[in-house]
């Protein structure tokens, strides 16, 4: 079984984390940092660790913020180009996890320092992403920090690059939500057009990601840049960032963006489509059959999804879509289609006895429902 995340923060680290500050500032107070640090370390989960040897930091750093900050970057490893997955704290210097609270530490502290806290983080984020840390400053001035983010998209440092992307993305997973950016992603625009044919996949995933972010509130926006940016025969680089970029809007069957990834209207008939039972029981599996046939007069690419049509505690019902199968289908051609879909438990949906339906959808139009009950 796999180290639990928050075993990452342990007593070693801190030890490690003690021992290279202190090599920096005299004014360290180590032995009160690793006291704070490790109090009740393992009782606590993956954010309170961190939030706690944050903490720590505070009591144990010198009192001006400068010399605080440069004591922490003193303290980094050595930069060199390798893959943040890989990045662990040794004798030559902190990265990794180390750095997370680190940067927290910055951004608890440093919003009267704007632009020097800035650049320190820009610093962090190549031995462990600052992305979560450099969220207070964005909210708090958006035009300022924009600056600084339009500088990181030019940087030699790929770390730095993602970061000018995924810092900024309006829905961070675990990260403060950007409302401005939410109300209004044009800011954001200009960086993307900038890392979008970045030479590293994983800035390009960050600007892939960032888009999707944007989808949520604005579709037609996002499918207007897909369109842009597919046209002319882009590389396959790009065109994958696209198709990332769209999932949520295929999935959901956004008109515009099906349009601009190429897939007109679905021109098929669902000949069967049948469940294997009537009722499932939380747990089981329902087997799903469909034949769709073309009644197009030449070749259509087609995006098949089914949805299931989950019961409410109120008695209505919630769609959720799930991706089936992408295919090229010849004019008047017939496809057999199966798929197992398992109603088990998970821990991001509360199940409720009752009818639920699952639905085939082509291109994001439907071509039919069968309803089943769901027993507990």
């Not at 840390?133 to 940087?155: G, N, Q, T, Y």
């Not at 004019?331 to 088990?344: D, L, N, S, V, Y």
């Amino acid at each position: 079984m796999p180290e639990p995340f928050k075993n990452f923060f342990n007593a070693e680290l801190i030890a490690a984390m003690a021992g290279h500050l202190a090599q920096q500032s005299e004014n360290f107070d180590a032995k009160s940092f690793k006291k704070h640090a490790l109090d009740g370390l393992d009782d606590l989960e993956l954010k309170q660790r961190s939030s706690q040897i944050t903490d720590a930091l505070c009591g144990a750093l010198p009192e001006d913020f400068k010399s605080a900050c440069a004591t922490l970057t003193g303290a980094l490893h050595p930069e060199d180009d390798v893959d943040l997955s890989e990045l662990t704290t040794d004798t030559h210097g902190l990265r990794g996890w180390a750095v997370l609270p680190m940067a927290d530490f910055v951004s608890r502290k440093g919003m009267d320092d704007f632009d020097h806290s800035l650049d320190v983080l820009k610093e962090m984020t190549k031995r462990m992403s600052a992305e979560f840390a450099v969220r207070p400053f964005i909210a708090a001035d958006p035009e300022r920090a924009m600056r600084h983010v339009k500088l990181w998209a030019s940087d030699k440092n790929y770390h730095v690059r993602r970061l000018a992307s995924e810092g900024i993305r309006p829905r961070l997973p675990w990260g403060m939500r950007l409302n401005n950016f939410v109300d209004d992603p044009g800011p954001i625009l200009p960086v993307l057009e900038m890392l979008k044919d970045d030479p590293q996949e994983y800035v390009r995933r960050s600007v892939a990601n960032n888009l999707n972010d944007i989808a949520k509130d604005h579709p037609d926006l996002v499918a207007e840049i897909a369109g842009k940016w597919l046209a002319g025969g882009p590389d396959k680089n790009r065109q994958r960032l696209v198709r990332h970029a769209c999932r949520s809007l295929v999935k959901a069957g956004h008109r515009p963006t099906l349009q601009a990834l190429g897939y007109g209207a679905a021109e098929v008939t669902l000949e069967r489509f049948s469940l294997d039972r009537d009722a499932v029981r939380l747990g089981e599996t329902v087997l799903i059959s469909a034949d769709i046939r073309s009644t197009s007069t030449s070749d259509q690419d087609v995006i098949v999804d089914y949805v299931v049509h989950h019961q409410k505690a109120n008695g209505k019902t919630s769609p959720k879509v799930f991706k089936w199968k992408t295919l090229r289908l010849a004019a008047g051609e017939q496809t057999i289609m199966e798929k197992k879909h398992p109603m088990r438990p998970v821990t991001t949906r509360t199940y409720h006895p009752g009818q639920h339906a699952i639905e085939i959808q082509a291109n994001g139009q439907s071509l039919g429902k069968r309803d089943f009950r769901l027993d507990l």
